[in-house]
């Protein structure tokens, strides 16, 4: 199974330094040996998605609405966004639970339409520093998980399981001073893996990609990206500088 390495752009960039980062990108990362996605801004989208065409960069969405059409004011349907050849689309992100209070029950119905449109959704889970001083990560991250999968069905094409990345953000190493070390994305990554098993078995649940991020950087990618059960990274701040989103990209690996 290939790894993801995901660069989340955010609400960043002007439209000429956008196009500057996705053309030197298409240029000089020919045969990744990875899937590579870049995420931006939804005004963007269809500039970067033409100059990304024919190429292995990926483009994916940062948000979706899970209705099709309406008045939703300022919404993006996933409908729209599939007109435009995007691949992936980031759901429930820690800013988007916090500063627009997106609750599971949203996140699960942007789920559930992304799968029916074949977007492939990159699921966010993760808890805050206080649930982690308090012991509170697992049980938070294990309700964020079972709320999508005990609620998509999977019994008609068991293959939408794989059409489904799940994100692990330790909100409590962003922007803290505090750091998520390799162990800690080994065990909440295990953790994830052995919750999503009990609602879609093991052969299904290894197929899913499980990616960490949490201020992935060129310091700790290859730490990173050398811990079993992480399949990839969702990257910040460092997807808006080529030279180090590159370096992210081409991390060493000590696996044969």
Not at 63 to 88: C, H, P, Q, R, W
Not at 159 to 175: L, M, N, R, T
């Amino acid at each position: 199974m290939k790894a993801l390495i995901a660069g989340n752009w955010k609400m960043n960039l002007t439209l000429s330094s956008a196009k500057e980062l996705a053309s030197k990108l298409v240029n000089q990362i020919k045969e990744p040996k990875d899937d590579i996605a870049i995420f931006p801004p939804f005004v963007y989208i269809p500039a970067i998605s033409d100059i990304c065409k024919d190429s292995p960069i990926q483009i994916g969405a940062q948000n979706s609405y899970y209705k099709e059409n309406g008045a939703f004011t300022g919404e993006v349907s996933i409908s729209m966004l599939s007109d435009f050849n995007i691949k992936y689309v980031i759901l429930g992100h820690s800013e988007r639970r916090t500063y627009f209070n997106e609750t599971d029950e949203l996140v699960y119905l942007k789920a559930k339409s992304a799968i029916e449109k074949e977007i492939i959704p990159i699921i966010c889970v993760g808890e805050t520093l206080e649930e982690r001083e308090n012991s509170k990560h697992i049980e938070k991250v294990t309700s964020q998980i079972e709320y999508v999968f005990s609620r998509i069905s999977f019994e008609d094409n068991i293959d939408d399981a794989k059409k489904i990345v799940i994100a692990y953000e330790p909100i409590w190493a962003i922007g803290t001073g505090k750091n998520a070390t390799p162990k800690d994305a080994y065990e909440m990554h295990k953790m994830i893996r052995k919750t999503i098993e009990k609602y879609i078995g093991p052969n299904f649940a290894n197929s899913i990609r499980i990616l960490y991020g949490g201020s992935v950087n060129t310091e700790n990618i290859d730490d990173l990206m050398n811990v079993s059960q992480v399949d990839g990274v969702l990257v910040g701040g460092a997807s808006l500088n080529f030279d180090s989103f590159k370096r992210i990209i081409e991390y060493k690996s000590s696996q044969c």
